[in-house]
């Protein structure tokens, strides 16, 4: 059964540190992973998507990895803002799975204290 | 730059009535999605269409039922509304499999 583990479930850190989320995938055929962010109240936003070949992507201080081999990725965040709080939510799209083949992790629920 | 729209974006239901949730998509896309967000837990998907008139079956579609007569419109039905319905309501819609784009949700209680 495809899966999708997130870890931690929640994280409180202070303003300015930086901080690294986990995704674990059992998803195959493997297709592209992405993070989405969700504010509270509002629905998923993608930060990033990672295919097979690619094992860094950045975006502004959001930086994505994917080791296809281990079937993990991260998103570090650097320099946290208070805006940075929310969930963080892999998404696991597997290969010729059409519409219903993507999986969701629960998320990882993200707090930023000033 | 409106997107994906939902309505209504809150909505109290009595157990055993009936409501239509409302998810229209001004980018032209093929693909719409239809979520359920409950606390703590992952997106499950209801129900998914790849284009107007074919729709299909997601993760957990009992109790739902829906319409793709336009590209632009997917409707969600509940019939029968019962306690374990409640929960948030994510519209989505992208082309092909590409990025999914969400609408803001619905929070529906069934009291």
């Known amino acids: 059964k495809n899966q999708v583990e997130q870890s931690p479930q929640s994280l409180i850190i202070l303003e300015g540190k930086n901080c690294t989320l986990q995704?674990?995938?059992?998803?195959?055929?493997?297709?592209?992973l992405r993070w989405y962010k969700q504010d509270t109240g509002r629905g998923p936003v993608s930060l990033t998507i990672m295919t097979f070949s690619e094992n860094t992507k950045s975006n502004r201080r959001y930086t994505a990895t994917l080791d296809a081999d281990t079937k993990q990725s991260s998103l570090h965040i650097t320099a946290s803002q208070l805006s940075d709080s929310a969930s963080y939510i892999c998404?696991?799209?597997?290969?010729?799975?059409?519409?219903?083949?993507?999986?969701f992790g629960k998320g990882t629920h993200l707090i930023i204290q000033p | 730059n409106a997107g994906v729209t939902q309505t209504p974006k809150f909505r109290i239901l009595k157990i055993g009535q009936s409501m239509t949730l409302q998810c229209t998509q001004d980018m032209n896309h093929n693909y719409m999605y239809w979520y359920r967000q409950d606390p703590g837990m992952g997106l499950k998907l209801i129900y998914y269409s790849v284009g107007a008139g074919i729709t299909d079956k997601g993760e957990v579609p009992n109790g739902y039922n829906v319409s793709r007569s336009t590209t632009e419109d997917f409707p969600l039905r509940l019939e029968l509304a019962a306690p374990s319905q409640t929960s948030v309501y994510f519209c989505a819609s992208s082309y092909g499999t590409g990025e999914a784009f969400f609408g803001q949700g619905t929070r529906l209680t069934v009291v």
């Open positions: 998404v696991v799209t597997n290969l010729g799975g059409g519409a219903d083949g993507l999986t």
């Open positions: 995704c674990n995938y059992t998803v195959s055929p493997f297709s592209n």
